[in-house]
C-alpha cells in the first residue's frame, strides 16, 4: 500500500500569510494526488486534483504543486475561512490512502 | 442540484452487523464510480471502498476487506455498504462520495460528498 505523510501536522498562521503544505507519497504516485479541506461538522471539500488543478469555485489563492513522491498545496494570502484541515490523497492505486491531515489554525 | 444522503447508521455491539445506504440526486448516478470513506472520532480521514458504475469492479481498504461489502443499485440511484463482524475500531462518521470521473471513468477523487451517517460500534 501506498503511505502519505503530510508536513506539518498542524501550524499557526495569520490572516494574509502564505502557507505550504507539503505530501510526500512512499512510492512515486507520478501526478495522481489531490488535496481536500475539512471543517469541523461539514463534508470534505476537494481544492486540487491530478496535483496541480483546481477544482471548480475554489479560490485562485490556493494552488498545488509536484509530481513523483513530493507535492505541495499553497494557500498565498491565508483567508478567515481557510482555518481547516487539509488533506492530501493519492488516486495512483487502490487501496487509496489519505496523509494523516494538516490543521491550520489562526495565531 | 446534486446531493449524496447517507442513513443506516446507528449503534451496534462488536460482531453485529450495519447496512448503510446512500441515495443521490441531480446527477447521472449510472455513470459514476462511487466511494465510501470514514473518519473516526478526533482521526483523519480512511478511504473504505469503491464501486465503478456498473458494479462489476470493486476495492477495499484492508482493514474492512471480507468483512465489508458496497454494492450499487442504478435503478435507484442508491449505493449501500454492508458492514458485517463490525468492530470497535469501525466507529466512524460514514461519508459516500462521487468520484470526480467523467462518462465512466474512474479517477479516484471525490468531487462530491455527503453530510455522512454515524456508525458507534459499542457493547
Known amino acids: 500500500d501506498i503511505q502519505m505523510t503530510q508536513s506539518p501536522s498542524s501550524l499557526s498562521a495569520s490572516i494574509g500569510d502564505r502557507v505550504t503544505i507539503t505530501c510526500r507519497a512512499s512510492q512515486s504516485i507520478s501526478s495522481y494526488l489531490n488535496w481536500y479541506q475539512h471543517k469541523p461538522g461539514k463534508a470534505p471539500k476537494l481544492l486540487i486534483f491530478a496535483a496541480s488543478s483546481l477544482q471548480s469555485g475554489v479560490p485562485l489563492r490556493f494552488s498545488g504543486s509536484g509530481s513523483g513522491t513530493d507535492f505541495t498545496l499553497t494557500i498565498s494570502s491565508l483567508q478567515r475561512e481557510d482555518f481547516a484541515t487539509y488533506y492530501c490523497?493519492?488516486?495512483?492505486?487502490?487501496?487509496?490512502?489519505f496523509g494523516g491531515g494538516t490543521k491550520v489554525e489562526i495565531k | 442540484e446534486v446531493e449524496l444522503v447517507e442513513s443506516g447508521g446507528g449503534v451496534v455491539q462488536p460482531g453485529g452487523s450495519l447496512r448503510l445506504s446512500c441515495e443521490v440526486s441531480g446527477f447521472t448516478f449510472d455513470e459514476n464510480t462511487m466511494h465510501w470513506v470514514r473518519q473516526a472520532p478526533g482521526k483523519g480521514l480512511e478511504w473504505v471502498s469503491l464501486?465503478?458504475?456498473?458494479?462489476?469492479?470493486?476495492y477495499y481498504a484492508d482493514s474492512v476487506k471480507g468483512r465489508f461489502t458496497i454494492s450499487r443499485d442504478n435503478r435507484k440511484n442508491s449505493l449501500y455498504l454492508q458492514m458485517n463482524s463490525l468492530l470497535i475500531e469501525d466507529t466512524a462518521l460514514y461519508y459516500c462520495?462521487?468520484?470526480?470521473?467523467?462518462?465512466?471513468?474512474?479517477?479516484?477523487?471525490?468531487?462530491?460528498w455527503g453530510q455522512g451517517t454515524m456508525v458507534t460500534v459499542s457493547s
Open positions: 490523497q493519492q488516486s495512483y492505486s487502490p487501496p487509496l490512502t
Open positions: 464501486i465503478n458504475w456498473d458494479g462489476y469492479s470493486t
Open positions: 462520495a462521487k468520484d470526480i470521473g467523467v462518462g465512466k471513468l474512474t479517477d479516484d477523487a471525490f468531487d462530491i
